[in-house]
């Protein structure tokens, strides 16, 4: 494979998942983890995606900027925030997780929607203080630096002691038959507390991710009460998942 093949497909992975490890891209493509290393280093070099330890992140999800415009098929994470906003009502309590879709979410809060929203993301948290009628309360704990969120003991003690109406989440992978996964420790375990802290959770996930799976796994896929795509929930890509106990949106 070109070197031109080999990063385009690092490309397009780091976009879809918004973080990859050097070694699931060596042992796809076949070559040599150094190899993978040198050309992440070329790309980051191209301000095409960030270098982190042992693997990469894309440029919109590590972005400081909440406004950010560089984030991978924002169209359609648009779309599936609009149709969550349809679950909202006044007076509601949610938790709304990390990542760009999520923020997506967040951006396009009516500023007259009365709410309390709790997160552990700190550009999620710092887009719903632009709304006037939101009160904001931050999961603490340990930040990574990667997924600006908050992990650890401390965020999932935190979630233990509260209980909200909607969970809004997404994930780096999702299958009809092995449910939720990550390819982080941490940031599974905070997402099964804040799954056990919901009444309901919401699955916001494009459908590019849909049949994917990594190493941990976060809940059977029963566990999600509702899943939303950019798709027309009649689309036969989402025939897999009807076979299950979960509302497609």
């Given at each position: 494979m070109?070197?031109?093949?080999?990063?385009?497909?690092?490309?397009?992975?780091?976009?879809?998942h918004?973080?990859?490890?050097?070694?699931?891209?060596?042992?796809?493509?076949?070559?040599?983890?150094d190899?993978?290393?040198?050309?992440?280093?070329?790309?980051?070099?191209?301000?095409?995606?960030?270098?982190?330890?042992?693997?990469?992140?894309?440029?919109?999800?590590?972005?400081?900027?909440?406004?950010?415009?560089?984030?991978?098929?924002?169209?359609?994470?648009?779309?599936?925030?609009?149709?969550?906003?349809?679950?909202?009502?006044?007076?509601?309590?949610?938790?709304?997780?990390?990542?760009?879709?999520?923020?997506e979410?967040?951006?396009?809060?009516?500023?007259?929607?009365?709410?309390?929203?709790?997160?552990?993301?700190?550009?999620v948290?710092?887009e719903?203080?632009?709304?006037?009628?939101?009160?904001?309360?931050?999961?603490?704990?340990?930040?990574?630096?990667?997924?600006?969120?908050?992990?650890?003991?401390n965020?999932?003690?935190?979630l233990?002691?509260?209980?909200?109406?909607?969970?809004?989440?997404?994930?780096?992978?999702?299958?009809?038959?092995?449910?939720?996964?990550e390819?982080?420790?941490?940031?599974?375990?905070?997402?099964?507390?804040?799954i056990?802290?919901?009444k309901?959770?919401?699955?916001?996930?494009?459908?590019?991710?849909?049949?994917?799976?990594?190493?941990?796994?976060t809940?059977?896929?029963?566990?999600?009460n509702?899943?939303?795509?950019?798709l027309?929930?009649?689309?036969?890509?989402?025939?897999?998942?009807?076979?299950?106990?979960?509302r497609l949106?």
């Amino acid at each position: 494979m070109l070197k031109e093949e080999r990063q385009q497909t690092i490309l397009s992975e780091v976009e879809l998942h918004n973080r990859i490890l050097l070694t699931d891209i060596a042992e796809a493509l076949d070559v040599s983890i150094d190899t993978i290393r040198r050309d992440v280093k070329e790309l980051d070099g191209d301000h095409k995606l960030r270098k982190v330890h042992g693997g990469a992140i894309s440029l919109g999800f590590t972005t400081n900027s909440t406004r950010n415009n560089n984030i991978y098929r924002l169209e359609d994470k648009s779309t599936i925030a609009q149709k969550a906003l349809a679950l909202l009502k006044d007076g509601a309590v949610i938790f709304v997780d990390g990542g760009t879709t999520c923020l997506e979410l967040a951006r396009l809060l009516p500023t007259e929607l009365d709410l309390t929203c709790f997160t552990h993301s700190l550009p999620v948290a710092m887009e719903l203080l632009t709304k006037p009628n939101v009160t904001v309360i931050m999961v603490g704990g340990q930040v990574s630096k990667e997924s600006q969120t908050a992990i650890g003991a401390n965020a999932i003690h935190n979630l233990s002691e509260i209980k909200v109406d909607y969970s809004f989440i997404g994930t780096g992978y999702v299958d009809s038959q092995y449910g939720l996964t990550e390819f982080d420790w941490d940031i599974v375990q905070v997402k099964k507390a804040v799954i056990k802290c919901a009444k309901k959770t919401v699955l916001l996930s494009i459908s590019e991710k849909l049949n994917s799976q990594h190493r941990y796994k976060t809940c059977e896929i029963n566990a999600i009460n509702t899943m939303i795509t950019e798709l027309h929930p009649e689309n036969k890509l989402l025939n897999p998942f009807r076979e299950h106990d979960i509302r497609l949106l």
